[in-house]
């Protein structure tokens, strides 16, 4: 595992890494962590076929798995939610993509701990909150959003 | 890190926002006015049934 200092942002190796193969030493992924106040700590892995998001939120305890809608959407755990999406051609529609089903992930791990939404004003903060660690964790990763 | 008490409020949103203004810049303000289109792109899926709620 190499460790980068990403140009003007001047990343930490806690921000930003590459991961390459210990045999051939070529790149496998790159990944960013995002960890500030106010802000879920978003780890984002970006490798050459996908985006995986985790977004950490102390106190979530989900009591169910993922159903056959949230993994046909990319979301592989609730506990911690996580999504992943493949890359497209289109860049910005595979992020649109990864930052809806981190939300959805969110919402869905966070209804299933404490069995309320939080109403509509919950419900427009959770979606705030989650896409700004999402966002700023791509931006660590250099992607242009 | 964000515990779940504050996943649904907005206690602690301004203090972050003037944090990441003076540490990353104005960037920090466009990711906010993102993340509130991001926010009526939620809305509008939802109303259109796009994209439920999921319980």
Not at chain 2, 11 to 33: M, Q
Not at chain 2, 45 to 51: E, F, H, K, P, W
Request: some cysteine.
């Amino acid at each position: 595992m190499d460790d980068l200092s990403l140009g003007p942002l001047n990343l930490t190796p806690e921000q930003f890494f590459i991961t390459t193969d210990p045999k051939t030493g070529v790149e496998v992924s790159r990944t960013a962590v995002f960890d500030c106040d106010g802000t879920p700590r978003t780890t984002i892995t970006k490798t050459a076929t996908a985006y995986t998001a985790i977004v950490e939120v102390t106190g979530l305890a989900p009591t169910r798995g993922t159903n056959a809608d949230e993994r046909a959407v990319g979301i592989t755990s609730l506990d911690p939610p996580t999504v992943t999406v493949r890359r497209q051609r289109d860049a910005s529609k595979s992020l649109r993509a990864l930052i809806d089903g981190a939300v959805r992930a969110v919402m869905a791990s966070a209804t299933s701990t404490t069995g309320e939404t939080g109403g509509p004003g919950g419900l427009i903060l959770t979606v705030c909150h989650v896409t700004r660690g999402v966002r700023n964790a791509l931006r660590y990763l250099g992607e242009e959003i | 890190m964000m515990s779940i008490d504050q996943l649904h409020t907005a206690r602690g949103l301004p203090k972050a926002i003037v944090a990441g203004v003076r540490k990353h810049g104005f960037r920090t303000l466009i990711d906010v006015a993102a993340s509130a289109f991001d926010v009526l792109r939620a809305v509008v899926a939802t109303a259109r049934g796009v994209r439920p709620w999921t319980t």
